[in-house]
């Protein structure tokens, strides 16, 4: 059985005709498809066992498709990261979607049909589309007077939740964190560990967020397994610390392993979901505040 994996390249680039070539155990091909270019790799499957997709049958007639567990062709993967760097130096490549991929099982013989699927598609699922009615642009612009400049930290906001839904989790918790640091930097670069303390805002963010995260068993897990190894509690203080530590880690580019690497983005998937969630509360603070009155302005930002 071969298995072939085919990814989308970006960026200003052409191809006379197809392209292919033979470098052990690939068959690698450049070649267009539907007016996109393509790369794929194939090569002899080896670990059998995990590297073909499982229909699983569960209560009910439905069923649940296990993929391919990444570890299986994460040689392909480094070939694919390797030839969008060097094309984004030599060439106009801009990147090659390595989170939509197609995968293709090719049998070798007539015998050999070991999985019941000839071909997926790994694809992220497209955002919901948000309706802008009359009534919200009508009230943006009505109160923009009393908005003042939080346009500029909300556009952070913008800037990092494009980056979030490509998946450029580090660049967007780094974003994320701009928008945090211009209302909490006590005109100081960052944000200071203890600010939590001094910031009603902030505070409830912190608080808003660790308790809907609950929700979420994932990113769940991974703050406590965060916590745990920096000797921190499940509290404002802790993931205040957490925030400040990754912000200084992803900030340089010293350890493959510590700091940043663009090609280890899903690893901080939970980080950026996090800032994010913390960012929404402390907008619609934020936004809200303008309207409140000055005695009970105080009482607004403690609450939950």
């Excluded at 100081?188 to 902030?202: E, H, P, S, V």
């Amino acid at each position: 059985m071969l298995l072939e994996i085919q990814a989308k390249i970006n960026g200003d680039i052409i191809i006379e005709r197809d392209i292919e070539f033979k470098k052990h155990p690939y068959i690698i091909k450049v070649f267009k498809k539907e007016k996109e270019y393509f790369i794929s790799f194939k090569r002899k499957i080896v670990d059998l066992e995990n590297s073909i997709p499982k229909l699983i049958e569960k209560s009910g007639g439905d069923f649940d498709l296990i993929l391919p567990k990444q570890e299986t062709y994460q040689d392909i993967l480094k070939s694919i990261q390797h030839i969008e760097s060097f094309g984004a130096l030599d060439h106009k490549l801009t990147s090659i979607d390595t989170t939509n991929l197609i995968f293709k099982f090719i049998p070798e013989n007539e015998n050999d049909h070991i999985s019941p699927l000839k071909e997926i598609k790994k694809r992220t699922p497209n955002n919901p589309h948000e309706r802008i009615t009359k009534d919200w642009l009508f009230n943006t612009l009505i109160f923009e007077n009393q908005m003042g400049e939080l346009f500029i930290p909300f556009a952070f906001y913008r800037d990092a939740t494009d980056l979030f839904n490509q998946a450029r989790y580090q660049s967007a918790f780094c974003t994320y964190y701009m928008m945090l640091e211009y209302f909490f930097h006590e005109k100081k670069y960052g944000i200071q560990n203890d600010a939590y303390k001094r910031m009603r805002c902030l505070n409830t963010g912190l608080k808003n967020t660790l308790n809907d995260l609950i929700k979420h068993p994932n990113h769940h897990d991974w703050l406590n397994n965060e916590l745990n190894k920096r000797n921190k509690s499940y509290n404002p203080e802790g993931l205040l610390f957490i925030l400040n530590r990754f912000r200084d880690e992803l900030s340089h580019a010293v350890d493959k392993n510590k700091n940043r690497n663009i090609f280890n983005d899903l690893s901080f998937f939970p980080l950026a979901f996090i800032t994010m969630n913390i960012c929404l509360y402390v907008s619609i603070k934020k936004r809200l505040l303008p309207f409140t009155k000055k005695e009970n302005k105080e009482r607004f930002l403690d609450q939950e």
